[in-house]
């Protein structure tokens, strides 16, 4: 109860920051209005049986919608047009849609916004099927390289097309998300790329023809588990998987606390995934490269 108590006040007090009376991100951080951490604090927002703040997430969702390009994206600040190139803003922002249209009985928010919206991401598929690509560092990591089909964003896309009733594309996400992702040499182009880890109980962290990247994203994991993507069993099984890694690392003394990192096994100098730019930005157990991250933690 107190925590919930203590996040309320946080939002609150967010509710109204120093841009254009749009929300904070950060409680005493961050003053600017970040599409990604306000569509994600959605969740919450709505639950929480505050008129003031679904009334604020409203007020947001609107002005997003203002600023969506001709074509649908979504910006990355809720209040510049010009700040785009998000890979998961636009998901993000019809999750929103459709949960604040399920909670507040406007069944026809943003009607438009929403539709041009979906176009958009139907249009970001390079082979015209429904899982969508991406390019490196353009989804909330933005140290981290993931590089065509990532499980975080094409999870998002699998819940959002539930949401606004899509459920023939999502059931085809879901099948392709499924499949083995199998490194191979020749890329064969009758076999589409899938996220399934051979002889793992989690998914893959991304794959595109012959590239691909086996390690454990939490958060893309944990929504692949909540959006029905992965089922009951695996989702057990992930959990089993993570706990015991998560011991594992306590006992080599590298992991200090009891919640999971957002990344395993951590990217190391001397693995092919390291960039140079890690060097300084995302060392091992650090930021992307295994931090820990509240709101990865909460959804876990």
């Not at 841009?19 to 991100?25: D, K, Y």
């Not at 091992?284 to 876990?300: D, K, M, Q, R, T």
Request: hydrophobic share 35%; net charge negative.
């Amino acid at each position: 109860m107190e925590a919930k108590q203590a996040a309320l006040e946080v939002l609150l007090h967010n509710a109204s920051g120093p841009v254009a009376g749009l929300p904070r991100t950060a409680g005493w951080g961050y003053p600017e209005p970040y599409t990604r951490d306000l569509m994600l604090s959605a969740v919450g927002i709505l639950v929480s049986g505050s008129e003031e703040l679904v009334a604020t997430l409203g007020r947001t969702l609107t002005v997003l919608a203002r600023n969506q390009t001709q074509h649908g994206h979504i910006p990355s600040m809720v209040h510049d047009p010009d700040n785009l190139g998000s890979s998961d803003s636009t998901p993000l922002f019809l999750i929103a849609v459709g949960l604040y249209r399920r909670v507040t009985g406007d069944h026809g928010f943003l009607d438009g916004a929403a539709e041009k919206a979906l176009t958009w991401m139907q249009y970001q598929s390079p082979d015209d099927t429904v899982m969508v690509g991406q390019l490196p560092t353009s989804d909330w990591r933005d140290e981290h390289w993931v590089l065509g089909y990532g499980l975080y964003v094409n999870s998002l896309v699998h819940t959002h097309l539930r949401l606004h009733g899509r459920d023939e594309e999502a059931e085809k996400l879901s099948s392709l998300m499924n499949r083995l992702d199998v490194r191979r040499d020749v890329d064969n182009h009758h076999i589409h790329e899938g996220l399934v880890v051979p002889s793992k109980p989690y998914f893959a962290i991304y794959a595109y023809k012959v590239y691909n990247n086996e390690r454990f994203d939490l958060l893309g994991n944990c929504l692949a588990s909540l959006s029905g993507i992965a089922s009951k069993r695996r989702s057990q099984r992930i959990v089993r998987w993570v706990e015991t890694e998560c011991s594992a690392l306590r006992e080599r003394g590298e992991l200090a606390v009891d919640l999971p990192p957002c990344l395993l096994p951590y990217i190391r100098g001397d693995d092919p995934d390291w960039r140079p730019r890690y060097e300084g930005f995302n060392q091992a157990g650090e930021y992307h490269n295994g931090g820990i991250w509240p709101f990865v933690s909460g959804l876990y």
